[in-house]
């Protein structure tokens, strides 16, 4: 790599009157500020949907319970459900790539930065479509019109047979704006990452974080049209006299769940790939190793983004398939975990053998690895349509899925925070408030996910309001709650770390962790258009060849 490169430092908020500032960044089409608007809308968002989450949690503490009435508890799961999916880890993940992605493949920005800005605003407006539910109908205490059928509005509860007011408009036009967002976004992605490499980065040289990001990218492109779809289908039956949900009309109920799911499955799979690329990027850091497998890498994420688009109806098993449908269904489900395990192995590889730093990033990454995995075996049983057929609708499921999204890639994220939040601020996280986020949140994660297991296995269905007492639901119920309390205080203490450091942290300086990949080459925050002179790279670890010239044999090619 050519050692011109200079750092240069930069303004962070901007300067002039605050208008002008927001001005700025209402704006901009930095690829840099954009991925900070993501992040900073997901953070906001994150904070509404866990108020919702903690609102259930609060009704279900003890056995008829009136803290809230059936018809709010029932907005608070459908809109707890709807935000934490499409205006948290969405824009997250979005956030991330927006900043990162550039920066390691050594570009000045994505290939579209307008559509990029677009994208953007897409996704903002389907949030505030979807909260502004809240203020039509009924009044704010009744909850308005907040969609109220749960975040996969089955056919027929979206029609205005049982949805005659907006509620549901509210959602389908909410999930178009940010799935346009999503897919202008996915084609900014892959259109960067083919095009806007630096000289000397082959394919074979491009860090795991932009190769899953493209992988990803592909997934929303196939993923969210046939939702889309849908939608637009479900509105031309709301509005223009159209039957394709309509059972009674020749339609068909069924028709909703599988595109639904479709999409569905898949976009679980579009939510943990960056979590996989947060992991191949600092676990290999922290153990200061380069990763092990790469190719292999790269190929098992590939082969989960097919295997995951033929699995979709284990979601739906007990609609009565066929059992032909069912074993397919099972086998593909099942398959899926076979590159995941790959994954997993590879990362343990890193580590084996490794100087191993306990620090934040890396904490959060082993809680990923501990938590996935219990995800994936809870996964694997109910796969298996007879076990589903048991547990589907059950808390059981409520578990399984939250180790998938909370254990899985919230852990990623927070770990993805306390690595690059140097890089975009110019300062450290508290390492000290960062253990009390990673441990407080720790155990009040398995207090309340590990928990719900069990009423689950006992029979406790999902989406219910209150609940007998005396059938063994009555102390974990109680335990689940207070585990949630506990996860909304690790919460608060990392929106603290977050903001406290901003002004008082420690300065970061360009390479604070001694990584190599190109964005710790540049100043903390980076300047506005990156790089002084575009770089030219030799290997896969590009700054690691700057920093050690005198060994050759570190080169990881
Ligand atoms: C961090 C703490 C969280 C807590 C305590 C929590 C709690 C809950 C609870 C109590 C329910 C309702 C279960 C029921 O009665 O049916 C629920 C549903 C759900 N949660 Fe969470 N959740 C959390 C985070 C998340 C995150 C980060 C996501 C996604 C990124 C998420 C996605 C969902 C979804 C999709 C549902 C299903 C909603 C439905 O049934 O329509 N949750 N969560
Ligand atoms: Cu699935």
């Known amino acids: 790599m050519s050692s ?33 608007l993501y992040i900073l809308y997901a953070l906001i968002f994150l904070v509404v949907g866990g108020i919702e989450a903690m609102i259930m949690r609060i009704q279900l503490i003890r056995p008829h319970n009136d803290f809230v009435s059936p018809q709010v508890f029932n907005r608070m799961f459908t809109m707890h459900g709807t935000t934490m999916i499409f205006f948290v880890a969405m824009p997250l993940l979005f956030g991330f790539a927006n900043y990162l992605v550039p920066l390691m493949i050594g570009a000045r920005d994505m290939a579209f930065p307008r559509l990029n800005s677009f994208s953007f605003w897409l996704t903002a407006l389907g949030g505030f479509l979807l909260y502004f539910s809240f203020l039509g109908g009924s009044g704010l205490y009744g909850t308005g019109n907040a969609p109220d059928v749960g975040w996969w509005s089955y056919a027929p509860l979206g029609a205005q047979a049982f949805s005659p007011g907006h509620s549901s408009d509210y959602w389908t036009l909410a999930l178009l704006a940010s799935g346009f967002g999503s897919i202008g976004t996915a084609i900014n992605l892959i259109a960067t990452i083919l095009c806007m490499r630096c000289p000397g980065m082959k394919l074979g040289r491009m860090p795991l974080l932009p190769w899953l990001y493209l992988v990803m990218a592909g997934m929303v492109l196939i993923a969210l049209t046939p939702l889309s779809a849908a939608q637009i289908m479900l509105l031309i039956d709301r509005y223009l006299g159209g039957h394709f949900f309509d059972t009674q009309a020749g339609g068909s109920a069924v028709l909703w769940m599988h595109f639904f799911w479709i999409f ?45 688009m033929s699995v979709w109806a284990h979601h739906i098993f007990t609609i009565g398939m066929s059992s032909y449908a069912n074993a ?7 398959t899926v975990g076979v590159p ?44 298996a349509a007879p076990f589903d057929w048991q547990l589907s609708l059950s808390y059981f499921v409520v578990a399984h899925f939250h180790y998938v999204i909370v254990g899985g890639i919230l ?22 408030l960062g253990k009390w986020h990673f441990w407080l949140f720790l155990i009040g994660f398995h207090l309340t996910f590990d928990t719900m297991h069990f009423p689950g296995l006992l029979g406790m269905p999902r989406r219910i309001y209150t609940y007998e007492p005396g059938r063994g639901w009555d102390t974990m ?44 080459s540049v100043s903390s925050p980076p300047p506005a258009y990156n790089f002084a002179t575009i770089p030219v790279v030799e290997s896969r670890r590009p700054l690691w060849d700057l920093k050690h010239p005198e060994d050759p044999d570190s080169r990881y090619e």
């Open 411 to 432: 852990f990623s994220v927070f770990g993805a925070f306390y690595y690059w939040y140097p890089k975009m601020t110019g300062r450290m996280l508290s390492e000290r």
């Open 477 to 520: 119920n109680l335990i689940i709650t207070y585990g949630a309390l506990i996860q909304a205080m690790a919460i608060l203490i990392f929106v603290w770390n977050l903001v406290g450091s901003y002004f008082k942290g420690t300065k970061a300086g360009n390479d604070p962790w001694d990584a190599w990949t190109l964005e710790w």
């Open 340 to 383: 995941t395990g790959i994954k997993i192995f590879n990362w343990l590889a890193t580590m084996w053998g490794g100087r191993i730093q306990f620090k934040t990033p890396m904490l959060f990454c082993i809680g990923f690895l501990f938590q996935f995995l219990i995800a994936g075996l809870t996964g694997i049983m109910l796969a």
């Open 4 to 36: 011109n490169v200079m750092a240069i430092p930069n303004v962070q908020v901007g300067s002039g009157t605050w208008l002008e500032i927001l001005h700025g960044w209402v704006t901009t089409v930095d690829h840099k500020r954009l991925g900070i």
């Open 264 to 308: 569905g499955h898949p976009e679980v799979y579009i939510l943990i790939i960056p979590s996989f690329a947060f992991l191949s990027e600092i676990v290999p850091v922290f153990s200061r190793k380069p990763i092990f497998g790469y190719p292999v890498m790269v190929g098992a994420a590939v082969c989960i983004a097919f295997v995951s």
């Open 328 to 334: 397919f269904f099972t086998i593909t489900s099942m």
